[in-house]
Nanobody
Framework: QVQLVESGGGLVQPGGSLSLSCAASGRTRISSYAMGWFRQAPGKEREFVAAISRSAGSTYYVDSVKDRFTISRDNAKNTVYLQMNSLKPEDTAVYYC?????????????????WGKGTLVTVSS
């Protein structure tokens, strides 16, 4: 079992930055999983944002956040991060941390073992 708790969400102006964290606890450490971030905007389906392989050697992003968001992980601290820069109003959503037993490059909503409860990010002036 893995429990995931996100933090760092909030209100930010367009063009601003936020850093999200996902702290994991439980019997199994996150080093056993590919980790990722998903988001769900009001009235929309949950979508993939970014994923990182178990060793942090590979990262993957949805096109809309490439060159603006950076996913990273610290297996020793059992924590995953999402640095978000140049934020846009369309980035407004609840952001969820996820752990998957599948490879990071195929991470999707259907192959997630554990979800966090989410943290709200609002980008507005």
């Amino acid at each position: 079992q893995v429990q995931l708790v996100e933090s760092g969400g909030g209100l930010v102006q367009p063009g601003g930055s936020l850093s999200l964290s996902c702290a994991a606890s439980g019997r199994t450490r996150i080093s056993s999983y590919a980790m990722g971030w998903f988001r769900q905007a009001p009235g929309k389906e949950r979508e993939f944002v970014a994923a990182i392989s178990r060793s942090a050697g590979s990262t993957y992003y949805v096109d809309s956040v490439k060159d603006r968001f950076t996913i990273s992980r610290d297996n020793a601290k059992n924590t995953v991060y999402l640095q978000m820069n140049s934020l846009k109003p369309e980035d407004t959503a609840v952001y969820y941390c996820a752990a998957s037993g599948a490879p990071a490059q195929v991470m999707g909503t259907r192959n997630i073992n554990y979800w966090g409860k989410g943290t709200l990010v609002t980008v507005s002036s």
